[in-house]
């Protein structure tokens, strides 16, 4: 089944403990992107990557770090986690092309005490 | 930036019809998207336009006035299952995708 899989679904975490929450997709698609959703805010995009190995700055990147050393798999880290990162985290992916649209994982709820 | 604005609430009666209608103004323009959101739910793809007009998909169709800033996602005979939040997406460059805040829905019987 072609899907976009983020672990874990749910985490709580403490101020300052670093953290990891994968992202992996099985359709070779090209781009993957992070996205944080807030009430009354929408989905606000972190980081993205057009291919291995190419990363770039989203909207709100502060405090966040990606990387993409394989095409599958983009996980997003957080350094030193504070709470204003509490937030409801989305992994996308989606082919090169101008017609496709992402295709979204089940989504990581994250809460930073 | 860019700026996408949609309502933020609409109810709506089983059987009815409904028209969520999202405006932008973006530094470019490379296609519009309609995502629907169940609750704590994923995003999922509902529809796409990069050329003035109307597209239709089933009960759920989409309109683009890209000289106006301006689309619509229009859902006819609604059912209960399309309570949900209605997500506009606009893309202005290739590798971005901008969205506005979300427009819920609520189906009353």
């Known amino acids: 089944e072609a899907q976009v899989t983020q672990n874990p679904r749910y985490l709580i975490t403490v101020t300052g403990k670093k953290l990891t929450v994968t992202c992996s997709q099985n359709?070779?698609?090209?781009?993957m992107s992070w996205y944080r959703q807030d009430p009354g805010l929408g989905l606000r995009q972190i980081y993205y990557?057009?291919?291995?190995?190419?990363?770039d700055k989203g909207d709100v990147p502060e405090g966040y770090k990606v990387s993409r050393k394989e095409k599958r798999n983009f996980p997003l880290i957080l350094e030193s986690p504070s709470p204003n990162q509490t937030s409801l985290y989305f992994c996308?992916?989606?082919?090169?092309?101008?017609?496709?649209?992402?295709?979204f994982g089940s989504g990581t709820r994250l809460t930073v005490v | 930036g860019q700026n996408i604005d949609q309502p933020t609430e609409m109810t709506a009666t089983e059987g009815a019809i409904v028209q969520i209608n999202c405006t932008y103004q973006?530094?470019?323009?490379?296609?519009l998207f309609w995502y629907q959101q169940h609750a704590g739910e994923a995003p999922t793809f509902l529809s796409y336009?990069?050329?003035?007009g109307l597209e239709e998909k089933g009960r759920f169709s989409s309109f683009l006035s890209r000289s106006k800033g301006y689309s619509y996602l229009l859902l006819k005979e609604l059912q209960m299952k399309d309570s949900a939040s209605y997500l506009c997406?606009?893309?202005?460059?290739?590798?971005?995708?901008?969205f506005g805040a979300g427009t819920t829905v609520t189906v009353r019987a």
């Open positions: 996308a992916s989606r082919s090169r092309g101008s017609g496709y649209g992402y295709t």
């Open positions: 359709m070779n698609h090209e781009y």
């Open positions: 990557s057009m291919n291995v190995e190419v990363t």
């Open positions: 973006t530094s470019g323009f490379n296609g």
């Open positions: 336009n990069v050329l003035d």
């Open positions: 997406a606009v893309r202005p460059y290739d590798y971005k995708l901008s």
